[in-house]
T-cell receptor
Framework: QKEVEQDPGPLSVPEGAIVSLNCTYS??????FMWYRQYSRKGPELLMY????GNKEDGRFTAQVDKSSKYISLFIRDSQPSDSATYLC?????????????FGTGTKLQVIP | DTAVSQTPKYLVTQMGNDKSIKCEQN?????MYWYKQDSKKFLKIMFS???????INETVPNRFSPKSPDKAHLNLHINSLELGDSAVYFC??????????????FGPGTRLTVL
């Protein structure tokens, strides 16, 4: 079993829809949770990060962490065609010092105008 | 101005060859990384350097050797290339080494194809 599991998609939604992207994980030591967006043939870019459980909102994006279920989500409200990309979840333990990030395989999202 | 740049962008080579990929960042960051992304989009860290010092060295064949001549550069040399080395290699940098709180900035990637 992989440490981080993510449905590869593709996920196709109409413009304006609410998108829910999810990851599950098995390592209970993970404390930091991140979402990256990767456009085709580009490097990933960090969207949001959260520490431990809870919600974090940034514009149209909301990240949720449920450590008891080992489940994290990214919600995109009012989705736009420019949101079409692959979304990678990533996570890391809080062991002090230099961290090591484990990535999910990414979910490909397509927002149709 | 490109923050993190990699050369070459594409690399096609024969099995058994030796090749290098170069990375430079102009952000003044202390920490640089190499990642490998395979055909299934799985992104995995390979190495991390902080101020020219190796701090993360994942389980990677010793055919892969990173070199950091200064903190703005991190090159990746690969000996005796194999078919399984075909992937996109990303360089990244961050201000510090706490890569969960320090945003990592990724380069555009180098698409390596081994024939």
């Amino acid at each position: 079993q992989k440490e981080v599991e993510q449905d590869p998609g593709p996920l196709s939604v109409p413009e304006g829809a609410i998108v829910s992207l999810n990851c599950t994980y098995s390592n209970s030591a993970f404390q930091y949770f991140m979402w990256y967006r990767q456009y085709s043939r580009k490097g990933p870019e960090l969207l949001m990060y959260t520490y431990s459980s809870g919600n974090k909102e940034d514009g149209r994006f909301t990240a949720q962490v449920d450590k008891s279920s080992k489940y994290i989500s990214l919600f995109i409200r009012d989705s736009q065609p420019s949101d079409s990309a692959t979304y990678l979840c990533a996570m890391s333990p809080n062991s002090g010092g230099y961290q090591k990030v484990t990535f999910g395989t990414g979910t490909k999202l397509q927002v149709i105008p | 101005d490109t923050a993190v740049s990699q050369t070459p962008k594409y690399l096609v080579t024969q099995m058994g060859n030796d090749k290098s990929i170069k990375c430079e960042q102009n952000l003044g960051h202390d920490t640089m990384y190499w990642y490998k992304q395979d055909s299934k989009k799985f992104l995995k860290i390979m190495f991390s350097y902080n101020n020219k010092e190796l701090i993360i060295n994942e389980t990677v064949p010793n055919r892969f050797s990173p070199k950091s001549p200064d903190k703005a550069h991190l090159n990746l040399h690969i000996n005796s290339l194999e078919l399984g080395d075909s992937a996109v290699y990303f360089c990244a940098s961050s201000q510090g080494g706490l890569i969960t709180t320090d945003t990592q900035y990724f380069g555009p990637g180098t698409r390596l194809t081994v024939l």
